[in-house]
Antibody, heavy 117, light 108 residues
Framework: QVQLKESGPGLVKPSQTLSLTCSVSSGAINSGSYYWTWIRQHPEKGLEWIGYVHSSGGTFYNPSLQSRLTMSLDASKDQFSLKLTSATAADTAIYYC?????????WGPGTQVTVSP | EIVMTQSPATLSVSPGERATLSCRASQSVATNLAWYQQKPGQAPRLLIYGASTRDTGIPARFVGSGSGTQFTLTISGLQSEDFAVYYCQQYNNWPPVTFGRGTRLEIK
């Protein structure tokens, strides 16, 4: 059973960088050729795919967020991370870290991030 | 970007009966479609992928069907734990993969 858990600030000021980390159960992140994805859920807009990082370190981002987005993976720590620059209120959402490239079988519990002064 | 439209927005069904949820894609997604269940305060849970393949541990009362632009999730013999929000998601044309806005299945 793969377990994931998000961590990071729950409150981010506008124009600052939103940074989150996902901790994956020990050894799972490099146990196969897996993709590690971020998805967010807005109360009004629903579920939005942000992008993924592969266990090799390769990334692929949502074109609508690409210019502000960086994802990375640290296998030695069983973690992957997300950085979203120039945060606005539109980035307020629950952020989930997830295993999978195109459909998603393991999810973290989610973390609420609010962008507000 | 492919738009996924789910109907109805809310469906009221009695326990023990059958629920039929619909999902329509704005263009063909072949059978590259998944269904998720989300309960309050929880993350979504993968039920179905490939339009009709149940994920590991998903009960047989959950049946997915369809191809192209029209898909259905049928839940037979509804149990109390099945009342939740259900989302469809296409992964045929990406980036990005896209989700529907959900159908809330409530107890009648």
């Amino acid at each position: 059973q793969v377990q994931l858990k998000e961590s990071g600030p729950g409150l981010v000021k506008p124009s600052q960088t939103l940074s989150l980390t996902c901790s994956v159960s020990s050894g799972a992140i490099n146990s196969g050729s897996y993709y590690w994805t971020w998805i967010r859920q807005h109360p009004e807009k629903g579920l939005e795919w942000i992008g993924y990082v592969h266990s090799s370190g390769g990334t692929f981002y949502n074109p609508s967020l690409q210019s502000r987005l960086t994802m990375s993976l640290d296998a030695s720590k069983d973690q992957f991370s997300l950085k979203l620059t120039s945060a606005t209120a539109a980035d307020t959402a629950i952020y989930y870290c997830v295993r999978g490239m195109l459909n998603f079988d393991y999810w973290g519990p989610g973390t609420q991030v609010t962008v507000s002064p | 970007e492919i738009v996924m439209t789910q109907s109805p927005a809310t469906l009221s069904v009695s326990p023990g009966e059958r629920a039929t949820l619909s999902c329509r894609a704005s263009q063909s997604v072949a059978t590259n479609l998944a269904w998720y269940q989300q309960k309050p305060g929880q993350a979504p849970r993968l039920l179905i992928y490939g339009a009709s393949t149940r994920d590991t541990g998903i009960p047989a009362r959950f049946v997915g069907s369809g191809s192209g632009t029209q898909f259905t999730l049928t839940i037979s013999g509804l149990q109390s734990e099945d009342f939740a929000v259900y989302y469809c998601q296409q992964y045929n044309n990406w980036p990005p993969v896209t989700f529907g806005r959900g159908t809330r299945l409530e107890i009648k």
